[in-house]
């Protein structure tokens, strides 16, 4: 299949350039450890962690997320927004392009207590099954985060 962008290209490329901007400051940035909602995050250089943005995103997962639902987190870097839905009791997949968030979310995972699984995958080439609740913090300059839920 022929991948065809739907995007005008002065879009694809700002997006370009706030990703090699970000990820250079991010491998710069070492290692980090945080305590967010309650959990006890390591995050390796080149890994997301959360943010004052993405606090909102991971406040909402906390106030959705019902146990026994099945989540996808998609892009899930350190695992936050996995874990905190694991932690609620729904069961989770969590799933990033980037090898080194994945296996930065398991270590989370087991640091926390917490089950869930983690695989690499771009975007749903990995996925498979229904979801109540797909979460997603998408690395993308200046927009928002989304959550999609299916109708209760
Ligand atoms: C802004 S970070 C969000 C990380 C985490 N969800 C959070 O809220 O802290 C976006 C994540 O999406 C991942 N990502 C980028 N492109 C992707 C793709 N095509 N498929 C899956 N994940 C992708 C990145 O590696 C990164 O970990």
Same mark, same amino acid.
């Given at each position: 299949m022929v991948y065809r962008p739907t995007l005008p290209p002065d879009r694809v490329e700002d997006l370009r350039r706030w990703h090699e901007h970000a990820y250079r400051d991010l491998a710069a940035a070492g290692e980090r450890r945080l305590d967010y909602l309650g959990l006890d995050l390591v995050v390796p250089p080149g890994v997301f962690a959360p943010t004052p943005t993405s606090d909102l995103l991971g406040r909402?997962?906390?106030?959705? +997320?019902? #146990? @026994?639902?099945?989540?996808?987190d998609m892009g899930t870097g350190s695992g936050v927004n996995?874990?905190?839905?694991?932690?609620a009791g729904a069961s989770v997949l @969590?799933?990033?392009?980037n090898p080194v968030p994945v296996e930065a979310a398991e270590a989370n995972a087991v640091r926390? @207590?917490?089950?869930? %699984?983690?695989? +690499? #995958?771009?975007?749903?080439?990995?996925?498979?099954?229904?979801?109540?609740? &797909? &979460?997603?913090?998408? /690395? #993308?300059? @200046? #927009? /928002?985060?989304? %959550?999609w839920r299916r109708r209760r």
């Open positions: 909402a997962v906390v106030a959705e +997320v019902r #146990s @026994g639902e099945r989540v996808l996995a874990l905190l839905a694991a932690r @969590g799933v990033d392009v926390n @207590g917490v089950r869930a %699984t983690f695989r +690499v #995958s771009d975007v749903f080439a990995q996925v498979n099954g229904c979801f109540d609740l &797909v &979460v997603i913090d998408r /690395p #993308s300059a @200046g #927009s /928002p985060h989304v %959550t």
